[in-house]
């Protein structure tokens, strides 16, 4: 990660904690400020960590307060969690199970023993958009072509790299690979700069509408053998439907793979904290799944537990257990 994008997230997260700080509850020096590493400002991650941070602060009436701090995703998000500098972060659920494993990206650090599943939040599905003029048609034409992979660091470029190696190809399988900013994306695919750019996102999603809005780009079915059998020997990948009226696109649904976007911890994090995040997750439903609509099935998604491979954190368990407010 760049030091100029450091910077900029680090600025970003001083003004979160003035603010937050200037707020009448500040004057105590007993003000307990915890954070939940989150992804891209524009992206999915971000907003879903804004929206439960607001759940709690406008639930809690102690002196703690949540802030959402962004990142450059998943890979970053586990690494400085596992320093004890994050409280709580978004991750994908094929790289929970690594870290916790210590297989894949972190096997040179060894298993995250002490890492613990909050909750299970939305399915994040592999989005390919192909350039208008790319000739792409179907997730093999991407041989030899112009992608975009997404930033290092973050849980989609990583997600790609991995399931390339699982289908016995390797990077090069591109002709030339970009790492861009989401945001960046949109300009170069839609100028014809890039053939494609591999999103792992959930839906409906602010990029992917912008790409679709600003140019004649389309989705493109992540299928054939080579995935058929991705998906039946790997545990981390659900076969899915993209669904292109999300996007106001009247077709049938493209064919895809997903993971699950998950809330961790640390074993260390306080119970009563983390019982009481869940609980103002489960009491305020119809406020998160309303300003962020990739959490329309949240409450599914929480019952279920699906990709949480940590352990449960006791206090996660405790809020689970308890009828809903």
């Known amino acids: 990660m760049g030091n100029m994008y450091v910077s900029r997230m ?4 001083v003004l979160l904690a003035i603010a937050i700080f200037l707020s009448p509850v500040s004057a105590s020096a007993d003000l307990r400020l915890f954070t939940i590493g989150s992804g891209d400002l524009s992206g999915g991650y971000f907003a ?27 890979i970053y998000n586990l690494s400085v969690l596992r320093s004890g500098e994050l409280d709580f972060a978004l991750v994908q659920s094929d790289w929970q199970r690594a870290a916790y494993e210590g ?18 939040l939305y399915p994040e599905t592999v989005t390919i958009l192909a350039s208008p003029n790319s000739g792409i048609e179907k997730s093999a034409d991407l041989a030899g072509k112009t992608v975009d992979i997404g930033r290092p660091s973050s849980g989609t470029n990583a997600t790609v790299r ?24 949109i300009s170069e695919l839609c100028a014809d700069r890039i053939d494609a750019s591999i999103f792992v996102v959930g839906h409906p999603n602010d990029i992917v509408s912008s790409i679709l809005e600003s140019c004649d780009a389309s989705i493109i079915p992540l299928a054939g053998p080579n995935v058929d059998r991705l998906h039946d ?5 659900q076969k899915v439907l993209i ?10 649904g493209v064919d895809s793979l997903a993971v699950v976007a998950t809330l961790v911890t640390r074993a260390a994090v306080d119970n009563d904290l983390v019982a009481d995040l ?41 809020a689970l257990s308890a009828e809903p407010d």
Not at 106 to 118: A, H, K, N, W, Y
Not at 243 to 252: A, E, R
């Open 103 to 120: 297989s894949g990206l972190f096997s040179e650090f060894g298993p995250m023993r002490d890492l613990r599943s909050v909750i299970s």
């Open 278 to 318: 869940v609980q103002a997750i489960r009491a305020n439903m119809d406020e998160l799944t309303g300003s962020v609509p990739l959490l329309r099935n949240l409450d599914w998604h929480v019952s279920s537990g699906r990709g949480l491979t940590a352990p449960q954190h006791p206090g996660a368990a405790k």
């Open 243 to 252: 669904d292109l009226g999300l996007y106001g696109i009247d077709k049938q």
């Open 10 to 13: 680090k600025s970003i997260c």
């Open 162 to 185: 991995n399931m390339l190696r699982q289908m016995g190809l390797g990077i090069d399988f591109f002709g030339d690979v970009r790492e861009y900013e989401d945001g960046y994306s």
């Open 48 to 74: 879903t960590a804004r929206a439960i941070c607001k759940a709690f602060n406008a639930s809690d009436d102690s002196l703690r307060r949540c802030t959402p701090e962004p990142t450059v995703g998943s």
């Open 233 to 237: 020997e790997k545990k981390d990948y």
